[in-house]
């Protein structure tokens, strides 16, 4: 069945509908009222252009045929239609209004017509939907949420290390989200993300004083993870109404890099460093740098504020694979490498995107 459907389409596009091969033109009509049902609008205007010249006095197929150019912003091309199909039946009344007022209008977009059939030739277009388009942009802000870093168990040295997750703390970041809409409800792009997440610990400290230990402050420990990821994306709609609930999910590449500091304050004796030296200096150091794949998985709802434009909300679950490291020789400590591990988060993000 689909090579069928297949040759009949490539004989329309080839033009030789009206050969001896040719089906009638209400099996074309049939054919193009299932392709603008599926969304598929250059077929549908083939096989209402091929029922035009099987049977040059068939307003559905002009009608038809409007309505396939109309929805791809061809406004003259529709209106050319349109004008045929009211010639061929003057009373379509509903037809004829909406001609009007796309003859005021010709080269601005407009609300798409409804599908036409044999059936309700009289049919005028609606106003349910939007003029189709071909790409989305969208660039959006968010927090992270839920972040944390699984460790394997490791043996290095005859020391073994069991298994760890720490908590990430909390991220913010942002990003694009770029894709080619194959129809209204599927679109294959590209998604580029940063988010930094941190997590601070404070913890007292004690020194030695005349054989006695005493709190002199506590010593607020940040470690920082920053993600850059890249991932080829897959985006599915559902619905035609202003609001339009969609999933996401996508598989790529992330490169990361990790930080931490120590800080000294709230002292007891006013002083961080009176009579304890650089012991009790601030410090901060680079840590390892990671990549390897990602894989997320998410979903949200898009807002339509016009034909172009979208506000939406979405919900993320990533998980980032990040290889082992070589963490370079310092003057006090030789090269070693630090092991991979499993970061999680649950990102929820805000934008706007824009289609054309």
Same mark, same amino acid.
């Given at each position: @069945?689909?090579?069928?459907?297949?040759?009949?389409?490539?004989?329309?596009?080839? %033009?030789?509908? =009206?050969? =001896?091969?040719?089906?009638?033109?209400?099996?074309?009509?049939?054919?193009?009222?299932?392709?603008?049902?599926? +969304?598929?609008?250059?077929?549908? *205007?083939?096989?209402? #252009?091929?029922?035009?010249?099987?049977?040059?006095?068939?307003?559905?197929?002009?009608?038809?045929?409007?309505?396939?150019?109309?929805? #791809?912003?061809?406004?003259?091309?529709?209106?050319?239609?349109?004008?045929?199909?009211?010639?061929?039946?003057?009373?379509?009344?509903?037809?004829?209004?909406?001609?009007? %007022?796309?003859?005021?209008?010709?080269?601005?977009?407009?609300?798409?017509?409804?599908?036409?059939?044999?059936?309700?030739?009289?049919?005028?277009?609606?106003?349910?939907?939007?003029?189709?388009?071909?790409?989305?942009?969208?660039? +959006?802000?968010?927090? =992270?949420?839920?972040?944390?870093?699984?460790?394997?168990?490791?043996?290095?040295?005859?020391?073994?290390?069991?298994?760890?997750?720490?908590? #990430?703390?909390? %991220?913010?970041?942002?990003?694009?989200?770029?894709?080619?809409?194959?129809? *209204?409800?599927?679109?294959?792009?590209?998604? &580029?993300?940063? @988010?930094? !997440?941190?997590? /601070?610990?404070?913890?007292?400290?004690?020194?030695?004083? #005349?054989?006695?230990?005493?709190?002199?402050?506590?010593?607020?420990?940040?470690?920082? &993870?920053?993600? $850059?990821?890249?991932?080829?994306?897959?985006?599915? +709609?559902?619905?035609?109404?202003?609001? +339009?609930?969609?999933?996401?999910?996508?598989?790529?590449?992330? @490169?990361?890099?990790?930080?931490?500091?120590?800080?000294?304050?709230?002292?007891?004796?006013?002083?961080?460093?009176?009579?304890?030296?650089?012991?009790?200096?601030?410090?901060?150091? *680079? =840590?390892?740098?990671?990549?390897?794949?990602?894989?997320?998985?998410?979903?949200?709802?898009?807002?339509?504020?016009?034909?172009? @434009?979208?506000?939406?909300?979405?919900?993320? !679950?990533?998980?980032?694979?990040?290889?082992?490291?070589?963490?370079?020789?310092?003057?006090?400590?030789?090269?070693?490498? /630090?092991?991979?591990?499993?970061?999680?988060? $649950?990102?929820?993000?805000?934008?706007?995107?824009?289609? &054309?």
């Amino acid at each position: @069945m689909k090579c069928f459907v297949f040759f009949a389409a490539l004989l329309v596009g080839l %033009g030789i509908a =009206g050969s =001896g091969f040719a089906q009638s033109a209400a099996q074309y009509i049939a054919a193009g009222n299932q392709y603008y049902a599926a +969304k598929d609008y250059v077929k549908g *205007a083939q096989y209402y #252009q091929a029922a035009t010249q099987a049977d040059p006095n068939s307003a559905a197929a002009f009608q038809g045929l409007g309505n396939c150019e109309y929805v #791809q912003g061809h406004n003259s091309e529709a209106l050319a239609a349109y004008e045929k199909a009211l010639n061929l039946n003057p009373n379509n009344a509903q037809l004829s209004t909406f001609v009007q %007022g796309l003859r005021a209008k010709v080269g601005a977009s407009a609300p798409a017509p409804a599908a036409a059939s044999p059936a309700a030739s009289t049919a005028a277009p609606s106003a349910g939907r939007r003029t189709p388009k071909t790409f989305e942009i969208a660039p +959006k802000i968010g927090v =992270g949420v839920a972040a944390s870093a699984s460790f394997p168990a490791t043996t290095s040295n005859g020391y073994s290390q069991p298994a760890t997750t720490i908590d #990430q703390g909390f %991220g913010i970041g942002g990003g694009v989200e770029g894709y080619y809409l194959v129809d *209204a409800h599927l679109g294959v792009g590209l998604i &580029f993300n940063y @988010m930094s !997440y941190s997590k /601070s610990t404070g913890t007292p400290v004690t020194v030695l004083n #005349q054989s006695s230990q005493q709190t002199v402050g506590t010593a607020t420990s940040t470690a920082t &993870f920053n993600s $850059i990821e890249i991932m080829p994306a897959v985006k599915v +709609k559902f619905g035609d109404s202003s609001f +339009k609930p969609y999933l996401l999910g996508s598989f790529g590449f992330s @490169m990361g890099s990790t930080s931490a500091s120590q800080s000294f304050g709230s002292w007891s004796n006013g002083n961080p460093n009176s009579g304890y030296g650089s012991y009790l200096a601030n410090a901060s150091a *680079a =840590g390892p740098s990671y990549s390897g794949p990602m894989i997320q998985v998410g979903g949200g709802g898009e807002y339509s504020l016009g034909d172009a @434009m979208n506000l939406f909300l979405q919900v993320r !679950y990533c998980m980032i694979f990040e290889g082992n490291a070589t963490v370079a020789a310092t003057a006090t400590t030789p090269s070693y490498t /630090s092991p991979g591990y499993t970061f999680s988060s $649950i990102p929820i993000e805000l934008g706007m995107s824009f289609d &054309f």
